[in-house]
């Protein structure tokens, strides 16, 4: 994220390739709390890591400029990324994502920190502008010393 960030300065971020493609994603500090939410509750199989909220590329684009007050950029062409990426993997990871909801975390009732792009790049803002003001590495620590007593 702090990548797409510096692109804003420069008014060099746009979409990728349609911008219409689903764009999963999670803040940090919920993969942290859900990590721990797993480790107290009763919850068996595979679990997906992102957030409650179903957005397109062009969708995160947008949040970020928003937030940021800074201008889209142009957009990055399909043929472009596949360059960059090689095919399969620009395919897999940027231009055709699929739509992936926390289902079994949401059956269980966690709660995330971030549902929403915007409130997530505004964490993300402030926590740029203030390093200070979180520690990920305290939240890890709770984790693991959680996981050590189950």
């Given at each position: 994220m702090a990548s797409f960030?510096?692109?804003t300065v420069l008014n060099q971020l746009g979409d990728v390739g349609s911008g219409?493609?689903?764009f999963?994603?999670?803040h940090i500090s919920d993969v942290i709390r859900s990590i721990?939410?797993?480790l107290t509750e009763d919850i068996h199989g595979p679990v997906n890591f992102v957030a409650p909220q179903i957005i397109t590329n062009s969708e995160l684009t947008q949040a970020i400029v928003d937030v940021t007050l800074s201008k889209k950029g142009p957009s990055l062409p399909p043929l472009l990324v596949e360059m960059i990426m090689g095919k399969e993997r620009a395919l897999s990871l940027?231009?055709?994502?699929p739509k992936v909801l926390p289902k079994k975390l949401l059956d269980h009732g966690?709660?995330?920190k971030a549902p929403e792009i915007r409130s997530a790049v505004k964490?993300?803002?402030d926590e740029v502008s203030n390093p200070e003001s979180i520690d990920y590495s305290a939240l890890l620590e709770k984790v693991i010393a959680k996981r050590k007593n189950t």
């Open positions: 960030l510096r692109m219409t493609q689903p999963p994603w999670i721990e939410y797993l940027m231009l055709d994502s966690f709660d995330f964490l993300i803002v």
